[in-house]
């Protein structure tokens, strides 16, 4: 069978299948290479217009996550077409937008888990670590609601800058309250150049999602070769 994982250990340093001692394991400060290796193919995958294939049901969860964790500046305008990428059993399904956001071009990429979103600025990007740790809290605090909860870690890498959002502290002794992390907590980010990239798991207080590690574990939606 395939072994299950649950969302929130999605972020964490250490993708071995035994569960970590509590989410501070799960959530480091710094994404990992396997993030990032994961949002480049999300990115990469070439998006249609929508068509009858796509139920209905999954464009309103899309908006619906968009909404949930987009602030209206940011949150792509009804009138901008959405897409689609179909499974060919190797790829996941997912749903994108692209648009202007004032100066910033966004484009917003969801699978049924995850969030990943580019923005590129039209600003020089930050060309020191003090720098970046001014221009992208403050960025992420204009893109996503609930903004004062995140509390992202700035570090340089090669090429550029990330960071994550550090897990919640927790009473001595004590296990975090899993029952209460939502989507703010698993925030990780790149910077390069002027492209940021952002993932997201797209949880919620008191979720019970879990996903099976399988070539379908992004699924979204029904793939044609299903139907």
Known sequence: MPALLFL???LCSNWALGQPDSLEDRLPTRPTPREAALVAEVL???HEPISADVPQGATMLFDGWNETMLTPQFAPPQDAPRLVHFSDGKTYDTLSVEYLADEYKVRVVQTRFFLVMTITTPQEPPASLQAATQFVPGLLARVFREHEKLHVSVREM???FCGAQPPRRRPPGRELDMA????THTIGWWMTGRELRVLGVKIQP???LIITDTPYWFRFYPSRQDQ
């Open 8 to 10: 929130p250990a999605l």
């Open 44 to 46: 990469s995958y070439q």
């Open 158 to 160: 090669e090429g550029g």
């Open 180 to 183: 209460n992390a939502n989507w």
């Open 206 to 208: 008191r979720s019970s």
